[in-house]
């Protein structure tokens, strides 16, 4: 039997695109041969293109070879999971799909019993919720049935700005009640992200430390090798703010900068992360050009593959403003984190994949082995998040001779090495997190629109003023160099991951 014996039902919307294959069919079907996918389950997935059932497991059978972190021992064991997928073809601004997903849903829990578990996805893109949350509400799908739950996943992004996203939580506050909704942001569902917390609030050591009296300064880091990929359309509308700023970097802000929760629940832990956003101080119009910068990547070598630029990838216009890298300078003010610059970046086509937070500690206050300070590196405690997950501090130890220097050394903790196999994926902790009903990992609709709110100055400058630069970098290297001008400001420079 496995693990929590829950039955319930997962509704895709979107069952054709790539979320489905790639992450979320990939997901289940590892949570199922690990023996946690809570069961009886099933799966019904819709999407426009007409499909047969057995086509559509073949589909999903070629995802989970391709994407899977555990791939089908034998094709009974696969044929099993498969039993439980079924494709219903149909248009998602239709009312009659409803109505047959609510006959397929029906059916399926008179067949096995037990209550009536829903969970609905939202994996299409984010121009088909309004019709997708409004007929389930119409059809009456948003209702728990007795004794079962109810529930709504939906994809980033969240709007695209304020406004949009302050309509779109209007539109599921109108259909679902708050808790019945799991805004996802696959980051919090990394291993090495949910330590961030871990390492903070279970250890004695840190958290003395962690504040102004002894941070210098944070960087994060999530930088990508890959380009726009397939997705040019979608990406030249959304931009590198848009696309992983607003979200994931902020997360990761967030749990560095929050108070210990009272308890690792869904309400304590959003509670803090939602004070540290409305601590952030406000991007002021004018000052934009000080707290912010973009860039675009022009053709370069990565890996020692020739690539092209942004502007000739498919589907991007040959004059796009859009930006592939985003930096952003903000100030958390509070008592824990007045005066400490907190540097973000984030870039596709940049030198490596590479995503990490680096704390700096200040140095010693008066150094007795060697004249100039300067020349002994800093404490940094660096949380790689992937690849090579892991953490390392960098300390000062003498350098063996009969001299007293000074080298840096780490002390470097390497998740594969510890603790050996795969991590499981994001996507496998959230969905079962949902089916379980902890929103932990979860946004809250407070804290999107705040992280809108924050961005907002940014936004629109970079829309409508044609003076903010926007800088050309080489695919291939770490970003344009303006970005080094940026950060210099505070007497500091970015990290080579
Ligand atoms: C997604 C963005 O949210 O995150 C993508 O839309 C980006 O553009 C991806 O590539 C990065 O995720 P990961 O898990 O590969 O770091």
């Known amino acids: 039997m496995a693990a929590h014996d829950e039955p319930f039902s997962l509704v895709i919307f979107g069952a054709s695109g790539d979320l489905t294959r790639r992450k979320l069919m990939p997901a289940l079907w590892s949570l199922y041969a690990g023996r946690t996918l809570p069961e009886p389950f099933a799966i ?19 995802g989970v070879d391709e994407f899977a972190r555990v791939k089908p021992p034998s094709a009974q064991v696969w044929d ?21 997903v609510e006959s397929a849903l029906t059916r399926i829990e008179a067949e096995r019993g037990g209550a009536a578990n829903r969970l609905y ?35 980033k992004p969240f709007g695209h700005d304020y406004e949009s996203a302050q309509a779109l939580d209007r539109l599921l506050a109108g259909v679902f009640h708050e808790d019945q909704v799991y805004r996802i942001d696959h980051y919090l569902g990394k291993e090495t992200v949910q330590n961030i917390l871990v390492l903070r609030f279970a250890n004695g050591i840190f958290e003395p430390l962690w504040n102004r009296n002894h941070v210098a300064e944070v960087q994060i880091t999530v ?17 590198a703010l848009r696309d992983m700023m607003q979200n994931h970097l902020l997360q990761l802000l967030c749990l560095i900068a929050m108070e210990p929760p009272v308890s690792f629940e869904a309400g304590p832990v959003r509670d803090e992360k939602n004070k540290v956003m409305r601590a952030i101080r ?50 958390v003010e509070n008592w824990r984190w007045a005066g400490v610059p907190f540097y973000l970046r984030t870039g596709k086509r940049l030198k490596k994949r590479a995503s990490e937070i680096a ?50 050394v780490r002390l470097d903790f390497r998740y594969g090495e510890v603790f050996g196999g795969e991590s499981p994926e994001a996507y496998e902790r959230l969905l079962l997190d949902a089916i379980h009903g902890d929103a932990t990992l979860y946004l809250r609709g407070d804290w999107v629109a705040q992280a809108w709110k924050l961005l907002t100055p940014v936004l629109e400058a970079w829309a ?25 400001r505070d007497g500091g420079s970015w990290r080579t991951p």
């Open 44 to 62: 019904v997935s819709t999407a426009r293109t007409e499909m047969s059932d057995d086509d559509f497991r073949r589909r999903m059978r070629e």
């Open 359 to 408: 704390i700096r500690f200040q140095r010693t206050p008066h150094m007795i082995f060697q004249r100039d300070p300067a020349g002994v590196e800093a404490n940094t405690l660096v949380i790689r998040i992937q690849p090579d997950e892991g953490m390392a501090l960098t300390v000062a130890a003498k350098t063996p001779g009969p001299e007293l220097t000074l080298s840096p």
């Open 464 to 488: 409508r003023d044609p003076a903010v630069p926007l800088s050309a970098y080489e695919a291939g290297s770490w970003g344009p160099t303006e970005a080094d001008a940026f950060i210099a």
């Open 121 to 155: 996805y939202c994996a299409t893109p984010p121009s088909l919720y309004d019709d997708i949350i409004g007929n389930l509400g119409a059809a009456g799908l948003a209702r728990a049935r007795p004794g079962g739950f109810t529930r709504i996943v939906v994809e």
């Open 223 to 239: 930088a990508e090798s890959l380009g726009v990929e397939t997705r040019g359309a979608y990406y030249e509308e959304a931009g």
């Open 282 to 331: 406000p991007i002021e119009p004018a000052r934009v050009r000080d707290s912010a910068l973009r860039g675009q990547y022009g053709p370069g070598f990565v890996e020692g593959k020739a690539v092209p630029g942004y502007r000739q990838e498919k589907g991007v216009a040959a004059d796009s403003k859009t930006e592939t890298y985003a930096a952003l300078r903000l100030i």
């Open 80 to 100: 099993r999971f498969a039993s439980a997928l079924t494709y219903i073809p149909g248009d998602p601004t239709d009312p009659r799909l409803y109505a047959k």
